[in-house]
């Protein structure tokens, strides 16, 4: 947890007259948490794989239903030579007839190997003299299956173009005209299905891409947690004292006494500029961040109405809400909410939980005066660390 500062801050979990925030616990549920995310976006790959696989075959077809209206098209002639005909097809029967011999024969082996139980690529490894012979072996086997898959589906669409050819005799002039320009038009609606598919498979490409970077980022953030949970001899206990005492019609007499809208205390960006040690680069921030586990409830600190639901990429969900006396609180990386626009709040109502950022599990905070941003950490009630 190097680099982060942590100070005193006061955040519950429901307005009662103590509430206690347990760092270690906190800490346990956000790495549950993480765990979750990189389950569902491993489940996710694999989905996407999937869907790549199956589009990868769908482009395949429709390149070689392509390539068949291709070559009927160009060599469509009406009134075409029978002999000619005749013999395309005594040369497609003898193919198939091969190809069906090809495919009883991986039938019968793929049922050996079940009933035997037979693993073929330890059958190599134990046979053979060196590691590079069974590198080619098994290559060898690799190229031999994917030349028969090759095979049987080329006898598909063989069969597909000596069908369109046979059919094409069939046919009087009109009709042959009508066949040709529907042909061509099927061509077309391959072609743009065909883009279809691509512009998919790029996208499912890019979900993965993102999903493997994500998982990356979750398993770096799994390890600094638990590494800092291991450091902790002693848990650490932050009580407050969450009862309001003040009116929300005068919030100006409220400073250091409104109660916490989430349960913790660790500041991972503070109140006005901060400078990355990195970059260099300064930065304005109007309220506080904290991490905590998400799924937290938010409270609300003062009566007030909600103004403005929000949905901003950098902070997620955002509520709004419009105080007596010009003040203004808002609430912000939010996951649910459960008020809407105009709705009368109340001081301690549970207005949402807790969300996460592509950076972490947190919570950010603001609270105005008119048109000028305040420190929340000056607001907001101290507690007592035991």
Known sequence: MKGILILILFFCLAPRLFADYNWLED?????????????????????????????????RDINERIKVLSQLISNMSYGGSKDDLFKQEAEFIYKKESVDRLKEEFKKRIIWLYKHGSDYQAQILFTSESPSIMYARLQYLNKLSQSRK???????????????????????????????????EDKDLLLKEKILAEDSLTIAREDVDNAGRQIEKIKSRILDLEFAVKQVK????????????????????AKGRLIVPVNSIEIIKDFGRTINPLTGTISLNNGIDVSVAE??????????????????????????????????????????????????????????YSGSTVDNQSFHFEIW?????????????RGIAI
């Open 150 to 184: 090759s095979d049987f589906e080329r006898i598909k669409y063989e069969e597909m173009s000596l069908l369109e050819k046979k059919k094409i005799n069939t046919l009087n002039k009109l009709e042959y005209k009508k066949y040709f320009a529907q042909k061509r």
């Open 369 to 381: 005066k008119n048109d000028s941003p305040l420190d929340p950490k000056s607001w907001i009630r």
């Open 27 to 59: 800490k346990r549920k956000q790495i549950y948490n993480y765990k979750r995310d990189l389950e569902n976006y491993e489940n996710l790959i694999q989905q996407k794989n999937k869907i790549i696989s199956d589009i990868g075959y769908r482009i």
């Open 234 to 253: 002693k848990p650490f206990i932050y009580k407050f004292n969450n009862t309001p005492d003040y009116s929300s019609d005068n919030l100006d007499n």
């Open 295 to 352: 799924n937290t409830e938010v409270l609300c600190v003062a009566d007030g109405i909600v103004e403005s639901i929000e949905n901003i990429p950098s902070l997620r969900n955002v509520i709004i809400i419009k105080h007596p006396g010009g003040f203004t609180t808002v609430y912000a990386v939010l996951g649910r909410i459960l008020v809407k626009k105009g709705e009368t709040v109340r001081t301690g109502m549970v207005i949402g």
